[in-house]
């Protein structure tokens, strides 16, 4: 994301626009994962929580990146199916 050029980074950064955000967010991280740190979901959810704006996250136990435990990806699709029938529920 441009982390060595700062002005990049601000423009670019999900965080830091959290006030444009007009839908709910669902952020799903792994506790082990070593490509994005836990802390930058938990960055933003401090930062859509501070801004009134609806969101969920769900932090996998145990898992990495990938999703490469059968358990979690079956969580992971929960989540997702429960935030999606919650936030955009269909009708008859």
Do not use: W
């Amino acid at each position: 994301m441009g982390a060595a050029d700062k002005s990049k980074l601000d423009v670019m950064s999900p965080a830091r626009h959290v006030g444009d955000v007009r839908a709910p967010i669902l952020l799903i991280h792994g506790d082990q994962d070593t490509v994005v740190q836990l802390s930058q979901s938990q960055l933003m959810a401090d930062r859509l929580k501070a801004a009134g704006k609806p969101y969920e996250l769900v932090v996998l136990q145990g898992e990495n990146h990938y999703l490469t435990k059968g358990a979690t990806r079956t969580r992971t699709l929960e989540a997702l199916e429960q935030f999606l029938a919650k936030n955009l529920p269909v009708g008859p």
